[in-house]
C-alpha cells in the first residue's frame, strides 16, 4: 500500500495530468515545486509497483519482461511530462515542394534489377488486432475476406508469387500481440511447404492503469489470468520490440535495408517495385536515400480524421487529430488545408531504426486511450502509433500514392466491396476490374443493428450484389438480398423499426429509394 501522501499525490498529478492531455486544458496550477515532487512520487510509485510485478515472472522471462517493463516507464515518464497538444498550430509551416512525390513519377525498374532490390527488403504486417469489431473470435487476420481467403493466405500467397516470379526470398515478418500470437502460430503451420520465410515477434504487453491512482491494475505478470489488465501499446512499440527481438540485427547482416510496414488488413498494401527502386537507387533521386517513406493519398471527406503530413520544426512529420488543438480540428478537417492523409504504408531504413534504438532518439506522441473494464474500473493505456515515429529519421519523404493503394477492411461495408465484382483476384493481390468505370470505389453504409458482425452480414446476401456501376448504397434496419441483385448509381434502402424489405433475386435497383415493408414468402 502507499503512504496516504503518496496516495494524494498520485491523484494530484492525475488532476494534473488528465486535464491537459484529455481535455486539452489546463488544470488549476499548485507551484511547479509541488507538480515536480507529484511526478517524481508517481514515477517511484510506478518503478515500485513494477518491481512487484516482476518478483511474479518465471526465470526463463525476466529479462523480457524487464526490457518491455523498461519501455514502459519511458512512456510513462513522458506521460507525466507532456501538457497539451504537442503543436503549435502557428508553428506548423508550408509543406515544402519536393516533401511529397508522385508517384507517377517514379521510374519503373529494369527487370534484372529487381532481383537484387527484393533482396535487400523484409515485409512487415501489423498483426496485432482482433476481429471483435466485426463479430469474429481471434485475430483479425484470419477473418475469410475473399474466395474463403484470410488476410494472412493473402498475404502469403503475394509474397509467395514475389519470390517465385523473381527468385528471390523476401521474408514476412508479422508483428503480434499477446492476443493474437497463440492463434497465429497455428495458423502459419499450414503455409510450411511454401516459398516464404516467416518470422512473428510480439510486441510488447503492457499494465493498464487505474486512472484514479495512475498504478497499474494488475497484480502478476500472469497475463492470461487477468487479460484486461494488460494491452498492447499500439503499432508505435514496432521499432522497439522488433530490436528487441532480435530480428532487425538478423535482417541488418544479411545486407537487407529496407522494411515494408503495412496493416495486415489493408488489401491495396502490396510490395511496389517503383517505391524501392526509388529507396534503393539514391541517383535517380538526387539526394541521399530516405530513411522514412510515408505513402499518403488523396484526402475525401471520408478521411477527413485521418493523419496528415506537415512540415514542422524543420522536419516532415505526421499529424493526428488527437493532437490538433480544439479550436483548429476544422482547419485539420479541411480537404483544401491539408490535401492528404496517411495510409499507414511505411518504408523504413533498417540501419537507421537500430541508431534510432541505440542513441535512444526515439520520440513518438502519446496517445491516451481511455478505456472501462468489465468490472467498471476506468482505466488508461498509453499507446504510440508508428507513423509519429518520421521525425525522428533523417531524409523524410511522402509519396502521393494511388487510392487503390489503401484498401483497408475495418467494417462489413469494406467486406462487401472487396469480396464483390468490383475486384479480382490475382496472386493473392485484389486488382480493380476494368468494367469499373471509375478509380474511386462506392460509398457504402450499412446499418450496425442488422449488419455489423461478419456472420450476420453474410446471412443477409444470398450471393453478394453486382456494383460495378455503385456510386452510394445506404442500408439500414432489416434488409436481405435476393441472388443476382444488381445496384447502380445512388442506392438507399430503409427498413423501419418492425419491418423488414427482402430485395428480391434478379433485381435492378438504379438510383432508387427503397423504404417501407417488401416481404417475399416462400410459397
Given amino acids: 500500500m502507499c503512504s496516504i501522501f503518496n496516495c494524494a499525490a498520485a491523484e494530484e498529478i492525475f488532476k494534473f495530468k488528465m486535464g491537459d492531455l484529455l481535455r486539452h486544458q489546463r488544470a488549476p496550477s499548485g507551484s511547479r515545486e509541488f507538480k515536480e515532487l507529484t511526478k517524481r512520487d508517481a514515477q517511484i510509485q510506478l518503478a515500485q509497483e513494477l518491481d512487484k510485478l516482476h518478483a ?101 500467397q503475394q509474397i509467395e508469387d514475389l519470390n517465385k516470379t523473381y527468385k528471390t526470398n523476401v521474408p514476412l515478418v508479422l508483428m503480434n500481440s499477446f492476443n493474437t500470437d497463440e492463434d497465429t502460430q497455428k495458423v502459419i503451420r499450414k503455409y510450411k511447404g511454401l516459398q516464404v520465410d516467416i518470422h512473428t515477434f510480439n510486441q510488447s504487453c503492457y499494465p493498464r492503469i487505474n486512472r484514479e491512482s495512475l498504478l497499474p491494475v494488475s497484480k502478476n505478470c500472469n497475463v492470461e489470468s487477468d487479460i484486461e489488465a494488460w494491452y498492447p501499446p499500439g503499432h508505435g512499440d514496432f521499432y522497439e520490440s522488433l530490436y528487441n527481438s532480435g530480428l532487425l540485427k538478423k535482417f541488418i547482416d544479411e545486407g537487407r535495408e529496407y522494411c515494408f510496414i503495412s496493416n495486415i488488413d489493408n488489401l491495396g498494401a502490396t510490395v511496389d517495385l517503383n517505391i524501392l527502386s526509388l529507396l534503393l537507387n539514391p541517383e535517380d533521386n538526387k539526394n541521399k536515400s530516405p530513411e522514412f517513406v510515408m505513402e499518403v493519398t488523396d484526402k475525401t471527406r471520408a478521411d477527413v480524421k485521418g493523419g496528415t503530413l506537415i512540415q514542422y520544426e524543420g522536419k516532415l512529420r505526421l499529424l493526428e487529430i488527437a493532437q490538433v488543438p480544439k479550436e483548429h480540428v476544422d482547419d ?104 469499373r468505370m471509375f478509380d474511386t470505389t462506392p460509398l457504402v453504409k450499412l446499418g450496425d443493428n442488422h449488419f455489423a458482425r461478419v456472420k450476420e452480414f453474410l446471412s443477409r446476401f444470398s450471393d453478394i450484389p453486382d456494383l460495378l456501376e455503385l456510386d452510394h448504397l445506404t442500408v439500414s434496419g432489416d434488409v436481405t438480398f435476393g441472388k443476382g441483385v444488381s445496384l447502380k448509381g445512388t442506392v438507399i434502402i430503409i427498413a423501419n423499426h418492425g419491418d423488414r424489405i427482402d430485395i428480391p433475386a434478379g433485381a435492378v435497383l438504379e438510383n432508387k429509394i427503397v423504404s417501407g415493408n417488401l416481404r417475399i414468402l416462400d410459397h
Avoid at 519482461?65 to 506548423?92: C, H, M, T
Fill in 332 to 435: 485539420f478537417k479541411s480537404v483544401k488545408t491539408f490535401k492528404f492523409f496517411n495510409t499507414n504504408n511505411l518504408w523504413v531504413k533498417l540501419d537507421a531504426i537500430d541508431r534510432v534504438i541505440k542513441k535512444g532518439d526515439l520520440n513518438m506522441e502519446i496517445i491516451v486511450n481511455n478505456k472501462t473494464l468489465n468490472n467498471g474500473l476506468n482505466v488508461i493505456q498509453l499507446e504510440t502509433a508508428v507513423g509519429a515515429a518520421m521525425k525522428t529519421f533523417e531524409g523524410g519523404l511522402g509519396i502521393n500514392v494511388p487510392r487503390s493503394r489503401f484498401l483497408p477492411v475495418k467494417k462489413t461495408s469494406d467486406l462487401l466491396l472487396v469480396m464483390s465484382n468490383l475486384y479480382s483476384l490475382k496472386n493473392g493481390s485484389l486488382v480493380m476490374s476494368p468494367q
Fill in 56 to 156: 511474479t515472472v518465471t526465470e526463463e522471462k525476466k529479462w523480457q519482461v524487464q526490457k518491455e517493463f523498461d519501455g514502459f516507464q519511458r512512456l510513462y515518464a513522458r506521460f507525466l511530462l507532456e501538457e497539451g497538444p504537442s503543436v503549435d498550430w502557428d508553428s506548423i509551416e508550408k509543406l515544402p515542394e519536393n516533401a511529397v512525390k508522385n508517384y507517377s513519377t517514379l521510374k519503373q525498374p529494369a527487370t534484372e534489377q529487381v532481383q537484387n532490390m527484393l533482396s535487400k527488403l523484409v515485409v512487415v504486417k501489423l498483426n496485432g488486432g482482433l476481429g471483435t469489431s466485426m463479430g469474429c473470435q481471434g485475430p483479425k487476420s484470419v477473418i475469410a475476406v475473399r474466395s474463403d481467403l484470410t488476410f494472412l493466405d493473402l498475404t502469403v
